[in-house]
């Protein structure tokens, strides 16, 4: 890190809101989430130098494009900073906190917004998959499939079971885990839903396939949602600390980064990694560098983890992935318990895409709130005990773009 980034604050909505049933617009959605993070943090809108936005598919789901021009809509008092929309798929929010944190790092700015929102939940699901699906190479995979994302991820599960062997048991262990954690999250889509055991099965009826292996109970949940965060240098963390009685140490700061790219198509990725006992390469590349820029040996050294289960595949990719565990045994750590809440290495504790929500231009911000919220003990029923550094992996496509963010303080 060339410069250390401090996290003040921020806001996300609840995910459980149908926005387009309460009558509202993007920019409500927007606007709101903003408001949120003002007056969660005191920080006033004259305060801010420069916006990010992030965000996948607003053009589609609403028409909407150039949504960095809401700040100024939002507030006079920004009706000349610089603005800008970043598009990664569902790391687009970490995309926008990558940028934000490259203009503080070079100094052209000390207090930066970035805010994250999807609005999907006012089309019927066929049309919102395929949407979804522009992240795909369209016209060359997921050609002859209803739902693009549930069929590509199931070659996931196929290519785990090639390589190493699986039990899908073990991934419908992480989505109980994950929706659990999100019953006690005040802002998680899921966290009225009810459940049986046989949701946890093979049933047909009560967890119908979806594609392949991948069934209802495995797929991350679109939602309708927003997050926002304010980032800050060294010098504007400091007058912050001392206008709110805090210490800087007091204020989280992102201690490291990884940021790595891949072919967009998932095949071109498998060829890539062909005899490698890792599916995805590139994805423990971006926790090595993270980790090394944190002054981390290996991530056991940090308390819990954030990470993209837009499929219970996709937490199974990462806990073997970041080093939890060897290639091909992420199984070990779910059957031991590890990444439960009362274990050495909570996973998803807010309950993940799964059990929270999945709306994908927000995912990352969100992410970097959760660990933010979790390091400085305000996670509410969601808290990891202790936690003073925690790690997110937030990916886009078929981890076509990877980003991860390691948070703490001291």
Not at 114 to 143: H, I, P
Not at 151 to 165: K, L, P, S, T, V
Not at 183 to 194: G, H
Not at 307 to 320: G, L, N, P, Q, R
């Amino acid at each position: 890190m060339s410069a250390p980034i401090y996290v003040l604050g921020g806001a996300q909505t609840d995910f459980a809101r149908n926005w387009a049933r309460e009558g509202l617009t993007i920019y409500d959605m927007f606007r709101e989430t903003l408001d949120s993070a003002l007056a969660s943090t005191g920080i006033s809108p004259d305060q801010i130098e420069v916006g990010h936005v992030g965000n996948f598919v607003g053009d589609l789901f609403t028409g909407q494009g150039l949504i960095g021009g809401f700040f100024a809509e939002a507030y006079p008092e920004l009706a000349s900073i610089p603005t800008s929309r970043h598009e990664a798929a569902c790391a687009s929010g970490s995309i926008a906190v990558l940028s934000a944190m490259r203009d503080i790092e070079a100094g052209h700015y000390d207090v930066a917004a970035v805010l994250g929102l999807e609005y999907m939940r006012n089309v019927d699901g066929q049309t919102g998959a395929e949407y979804l699906g522009a992240a795909t190479w369209k016209g060359v995979e997921a050609t002859n499939c209803d739902y693009p994302w549930p069929y590509m991820f199931n070659q996931i599960i196929d290519e785990y079971d090639a390589r190493h062997g699986i039990n899908c048991d073990h991934l419908k262990s992480i989505s109980k885990i994950n929706f659990d954690n999100g019953r006690r999250n005040p802002n998680a889509q899921t966290r009225a839903w009810q459940f049986k055991p046989e949701n946890y099965t093979d049933s047909d009826q009560y967890n119908p396939v979806i594609e392949g292996r991948v069934r209802k109970m495995d797929c991350g949940q679109i939602t309708d949602g927003a997050a926002c965060v304010f980032l800050a240098s060294e010098k504007a963390a400091r007058a912050y600390a001392a206008d709110n009685g805090l210490r800087l140490q007091d204020i989280p700061r992102i201690k490291g980064w990884g940021h790595r790219s891949a072919p967009i198509s998932l095949d071109s990725k498998l060829k890539l990694s062909a005899g490698n006992p890792l599916i995805f390469p590139h994805v423990s590349q971006i926790m090595t560098d993270a980790l090394g820029r944190a002054g981390f040996d290996n991530v056991t050294a940090l308390d819990g983890l954030e990470t993209h289960d837009c499929f219970s595949i996709t937490e199974y990719m990462a806990i073997d992935h970041i080093g939890l565990t060897a290639p091909g045994e992420s199984w070990k750590a779910i059957q031991e318990g590890r990444i439960s809440m009362d274990g050495d290495f909570p996973i998803n504790a807010s309950g993940g895409l799964i059990g929270l929500g999945h709306p994908v231009g927000a995912t990352g911000i969100r992410m970097l709130l959760d660990c933010a919220n979790q390091v400085t003990g305000r996670a509410g029923a969601c808290q990891i005990k202790d936690a003073e550094n925690m790690a997110t992996f937030n990916l886009g496509g078929s981890t076509t773009t990877c980003v991860s963010l390691i948070v703490g303080v001291n």
